[in-house]
């Protein structure tokens, strides 16, 4: 019972270096999204997936970029981090849009 | 657009305790409603929903019920435990956000022993 396992659970990154955040599901799902959450604050839709091979903008996409190769997985780039992006981030998959399946978090400090 | 409005947190409370939580909502058309959780140090996860006016969702003794007159889906439960402390985030989905979950911005529940 995998679920929606991330990776890694921690890093700290220095301003300009890129790194990607892994997200993979065995539960088959079509969808897949990726969530900033900010302290006390709500989710922040990054990007998502209704499917290999298919992607889409969310609210704040802006120094992200993501890939959708295969259903089980969608991995997060972050190309040349900035402070701003410090936050934990979400990997979710679902079978329909509404129920989704979230993974344990990422959490991402830029220093 | 669509909008979710949660109470601000922290909300503290002690053991046995009656909780509410409030949750109001802004769409177009007839969205579908839903409670989070997230416990500490883990991801959200489906606490309950309900997609049509009246409904009652419920799961591990707490409620919400969808009231389409005051546009509200507010949490309840009747006797909280110390493990029932979360972050409890409300969201709704509709048609024009493409069935896309939109979210509150959580409200931090404290309980005490």
């Known amino acids: 019972n995998a679920g929606v396992t991330q990776t890694p659970k921690f890093r700290i990154l220095k301003i300009g270096q890129s790194m990607t955040l892994q997200c993979t599901q065995d539960?088959?799902?079509?969808?897949m999204y990726w969530y900033r959450q900010d302290p006390g604050m709500g989710l922040k839709l990054i990007y998502y997936?209704?499917?290999?091979?298919?992607?889409d903008k969310g609210e704040v996409p802006n120094g992200y970029n993501v890939s959708r190769s295969t259903t089980e997985d969608f991995p997060l780039r972050l190309e040349l981090a900035a402070p701003s992006q410090t936050s934990v981030y979400f990997c979710?998959?679902?079978?329909?849009?509404?129920?989704?399946?979230f993974g344990a978090g990422t959490r991402l400090s830029v220093l | 657009g669509d909008s979710v409005t949660q109470m601000e947190g922290p909300v503290t409370l002690s053991e046995e305790a009656f909780l509410t939580i409030n949750c109001t909502y802004t769409?177009?058309?007839?969205?579908?409603l839903f409670w989070y959780v997230q416990y500490p140090g883990e991801g959200l996860q489906l606490l309950l929903k309900?997609?049509?006016a009246d409904d009652k969702g419920s799961n591990k003794g707490f409620e919400a019920t969808y009231r389409k007159e005051t546009t509200s889906f507010h949490l309840e439960k009747g006797s909280v435990q110390v493990s029932d402390s979360a972050v409890y985030f409300c969201?709704?989905?509709?048609?024009?956000?493409?069935?896309?979950?939109?979210w509150g911005a959580g409200t931090k529940l404290i309980i005490k022993p």
């Open positions: 769409a177009t058309g007839y969205p579908s």
């Open positions: 309900a997609t049509k």
């Open positions: 539960m088959n799902h079509n969808y």
């Open positions: 979710a998959s679902s079978y329909s849009p509404n129920i989704q399946y």
């Open positions: 997936s209704v499917g290999a091979g298919i992607t």
């Open positions: 969201a709704l989905s509709t048609m024009d956000s493409n069935y896309q979950l939109i």
